[in-house]
């Protein structure tokens, strides 16, 4: 079907180098890529990839220097006049940006200017490429903003970044990208940290309004399955080169290349509760590693995901993984809430007293047992993060009673709730803003121990961090070495070396594994699961991902609207929910059928 259609974007044997104290480091070598006329093309890849310097490339938005063009050439084809974008002057280019070629980019706070309305941002555009008058170009807008299913246009259009939900700021940033009707349009990991009801809404319209409009979408993600069902072709990338490409069926059923079957394979859905993620590496190097799926089932397995996940089922070997029996470990909670409630004020009179209230947490009871992993699952806004943060008592209960062992966190004095710290830890979602950048990672998690008096001497708390650091898979040698000098999943160990130097019988994980690669994701599963049997902690793991939530968790609760919705077995919970909103949570997360 492609072949009919007429090329819009052609990247040709790109080759791209960086250069840094007076060294030049390849980021792409010949990359070739097709989008044609009314096409999804999908560039799929890790982290490093090169995937986003490719799309970074087209519009001409890498700085150069550092960035240097070695080798080939974007044609850009417009009424069949084709314009090499690398020789492109800046006037061309800049007719080119937002008009002809537009871009939605990952992360929309930083994107959007964070003092500006939604509305004024999204009518600059319009001003600037056409010859609307301002009341035309907000007619526009609020018009643009119903097309994008925006609640209240209006009311958008006035509101400031912050204001909105991360889903209805992804909106207003496709808004504003579609404001001029381009004819490409590059979405680069537009839906990565999002929910996956909101991330299943944002990807239907995006295909909604390329079928619509017959743009080409360049679209970049690290996650084949988020592309499964929207995509006409498949473009895999590792390590600066394109690996393979196929039609959409053709990836998903006849996989080619190592790295693509790993992709495929590195998925928690797949596997049951406690079974060893395969990583990338166990498909490079055949043989290495025991975890690997059974060569000839590796595609098949993937793709069963498919419709049913009650189709995927424990093994008595997933079952005797897990460090307790959650039969023993029901018997001694260690944790008990009863009616907890924390409310925020949303409005205050003249005065300054509280006239309405969001209710972050709204009456909850439950208890988590030692040795037990319980998983919280809900979208943005639910209050699973507010939960996770009362039970460390890092928020400040409105009412309600939270229970440690025999002893209330609510009433607990400062030097007593310091103490109790050595026994309860959070690993946060993002590690690079919860390390110092001014401080050597070995030096962060020697402060953790040196401000609980443990270690005489600098030197045995620094033989102790080595420990730590090996533990999770790092070198003695990174002791001295920043955080900017990590890749994320090498960061995310880190925070997992400092959370557990105490040796901490409660952690919370608050979505620590949302924004890695599906490998690097897995690496990380392991390694909690590994360290979990060997410190034999009890633990919150807090996701929007019910998959990962089903493979890393023994029970799972389903929060909404900051109330429990759901509670139950992480098999029975995943395979049977029984409630509608669970129902629609499973639904809308991404399937690797076709």
């Not at 079974?275 to 190097?285: A, H, I, K, N």
Request: with cysteine; glycine share 6%; net charge neutral.
């Amino acid at each position: 079907m492609s072949q009919s259609r007429s090329p819009l974007l052609q990247v040709a044997a790109l080759s791209v180098a960086f250069q840094q104290h007076n060294a030049t480091h390849n980021a792409l070598q010949r990359v070739s890529v097709t989008v044609n006329k009314g096409e999804l093309v999908a560039v799929v890849g890790e982290s490093g990839s090169g995937k986003s310097v490719t799309s970074l490339s087209v519009l001409r938005l890498l700085p150069s220097p550092p960035a240097l063009y070695t080798h080939g050439h974007i044609w850009y084809t417009q009424n069949n006049n084709s314009l090499d974008l690398l020789q492109a002057t800046p006037a061309q280019i800049r007719q080119l940006r937002g008009k002809r070629i537009a871009m939605i980019f990952q992360e929309p706070m930083t994107s959007l200017n964070p003092v500006r309305t939604c509305g004024s941002q999204v009518m600059e555009a319009l001003r600037q490429h056409t010859a609307l008058s301002r009341k035309q170009a907000y007619t526009q807008t609020i018009h643009l903003f119903t097309q994008v299913q925006l609640p209240d246009p209006e009311r958008i259009f006035k509101s400031y970044p912050h204001q909105i939900s991360g889903g209805q700021k992804q909106r207003a940033m496709i808004a504003m990208a579609m404001s001029c009707q381009p004819e490409l349009l590059i979405c680069d990991e537009p839906t990565t940290a999002l929910d996956v009801t909101v991330q299943k809404s944002i990807l239907q319209l995006i295909k909604q309004l390329q079928q619509q409009q017959q743009m080409g979408v360049l679209f970049i993600t690290h996650d084949l399955g988020v592309v499964a069902e929207i995509a006409d072709r498949i473009v895999v990338m590792y390590k600066g080169q394109v690996v393979e490409e196929g039609t959409t069926h053709d990836i998903f059923t006849q996989p080619q290349h190592p790295y693509t079957q790993a992709l495929l394979a590195c998925r928690p859905a797949l596997y049951p509760r406690g079974q060893r993620l395969p990583v990338v590496s166990d498909f490079l190097t055949p043989g290495e590693s025991s975890s690997l799926p059974d060569e000839n089932n590796t595609v098949s397995v993937a793709l069963t995901i498919a419709s049913s996940p009650a189709s995927i089922t424990t093994t008595e070997t997933a079952s005797n993984s897990i460090s307790d029996n959650i039969n023993t470990v029901e018997a001694t909670p260690l944790i008990t809430v009863t009616n907890l409630e924390v409310w925020y004020p949303r409005s205050r009179n003249f005065f300054g007293k509280a006239t309405a209230y969001t209710k972050a947490v709204n009456d909850v009871s439950f208890q988590i047992y030692e040795g037990e992993t319980l998983g919280l699952v809900g979208e943005s806004g639910c209050g699973k993060s507010t939960l996770g943060r009362a039970l460390l008592r890092l928020v400040a209960p409105t009412s309600g009673e939270i229970t440690f062992g025999n002893e209330s966190l609510n009433h607990m004095s400062e030097s007593r709730l310091k103490e109790m710290r050595r026994q309860m830890q959070i690993i946060f979602q993002d590690p690079y803003s919860s390390l110092n950048p001014r401080k050597p990672i070995g030096s962060a998690i020697a402060e953790v121990l040196k401000v609980h008096g443990i270690g005489n001497t600098e030197a045995q708390r620094k033989t102790m961090v080595i420990e730590l650091l090996q533990k999770v898979n790092l070198l003695p040698e990174h002791f001295n070495r920043y955080p900017h000098e990590f890749s994320g999943g090498q960061r995310q160990r880190i925070v997992i070396a400092r959370a557990l130097a105490l040796q901490p019988s409660f952690v919370v994980c608050d979505e620590s594994v949302s924004a890695l690669d599906v490998s690097v994701q897995a690496q990380v599963l392991n390694l909690l699961n590994d360290l979990k049997k060997e410190f034999r902690f009890t633990s919150v793991f807090i996701s929007h991902d019910l998959s990962v939530v089903k493979y890393i968790s023994d029970r799972i609760m389903v929060m909404n609207k900051g109330q429990i919705e759901e509670c139950g077995p992480a098999e029975q919970v995943y395979n049977h929910p029984k409630s509608s909103y669970t129902q629609q949570l499973i639904a809308a997360a991404p399937q690797l059928s076709l």
